[in-house]
T-cell receptor, first 114, second 114 residues
Framework: DTGVSQNPRHKITKRGQNVTFRCDPISEHNRLYWYRQTLGQGPEFLTYFQNEAQLEKSRLLSDRFSAERPKGSFSTLEIQRTEQGDSAMYLC????????????FGPGTRLTVT | GNSVTQMEGPVTLSEEAFLTINCTYT??????LFWYVQYPGEGLQLLLK?????DKGSNKGFEATYRKETTSFHLEKGSVQVSDSAVYFC?????????????FGQGTRLTINP
């Protein structure tokens, strides 16, 4: 059990560019969550997968954002046409999904849009 | 919707002082409650949790009791150490659409001086 991993750890991009982040959950965790954390705030829920199915999306997830979990293992979060307001830490978490509500968080990807 | 309100920081204490960080919540139903900690340069880690009213979560000398009558989950520690310096987040599990997503407070930055 190596924990939740996220890549890259840091990403600097210019406004208007597309970016993609990857999350590898703890193996055999069938629930995967994405959150966004801005400076001085707590994380805010973006979306949730159970296995490969995306079951819930927050209103925060505009149509420029898309997330996938194609084989029920790793997940990607893509932001198209980035804006300065997208600058934040993007956190991934996984959970066994068997009644244990504990979510295990990755170290996050810090996005800076210039 | 569900929400969590935390005591505003930053909080600065001397080593061996008593710590209380207040947390109150608004929720429908019976959420589970959590305290997460974020040490400098690290990801979110679960500190403790309580899944039903009157449960007490405890870990590393920290405690919090799920008080349904006051909708509170205050974090306490009898004698803090410099190594407890971190940002602390109170959270509840929101089971909308079965996601068990977490709703976080804004975080409280704690600094312990030797």
């Amino acid at each position: 059990d190596t924990g939740v991993s996220q890549n890259p750890r840091h990403k600097i991009t210019k406004r208007g560019q597309n970016v993609t982040f990857r999350c590898d959950p703890i193996s055999e965790h069938n629930r995967l969550y994405w959150y966004r954390q801005t400076l001085g705030q707590g994380p805010e829920f973006l979306t949730y997968f159970q296995n490969e199915a995306q079951l819930e999306k927050s209103r925060l997830l505009s149509d420029r954002f898309s997330a996938e979990r194609p084989k029920g293992s790793f997940s990607t979060l893509e932001i198209q046409r980035t804006e300065q307001g997208d600058s934040a830490m993007y956190l991934c978490a996984s959970s066994p999904g068997t009644g244990d509500y504990e979510q295990y968080f990755g170290p996050g990807t810090r996005l800076t849009v210039t | 919707g569900n929400s969590v309100t935390q005591m505003e920081g930053p909080v600065t204490l001397s080593e061996e002082a008593f710590l209380t960080i207040n947390c109150t919540y608004t929720a429908t139903g019976y959420p589970s409650l959590f305290w997460y900690v974020q040490y400098p340069g690290e990801g979110l880690q679960l500190l403790l949790k309580a899944t039903k009213a009157d449960d007490k979560g405890s870990n590393k000398g920290f405690e919090a009791t799920y008080r349904k009558e006051t909708t509170s989950f205050h974090l306490e520690k009898g004698s803090v150490q410099v190594s407890d310096s971190a940002v602390y987040f109170c959270a509840l599990s929101d089971s909308g659409q079965g996601a068990q997503k977490l709703v976080f407070g804004q975080g409280t930055r704690l600094t312990i001086n030797p």
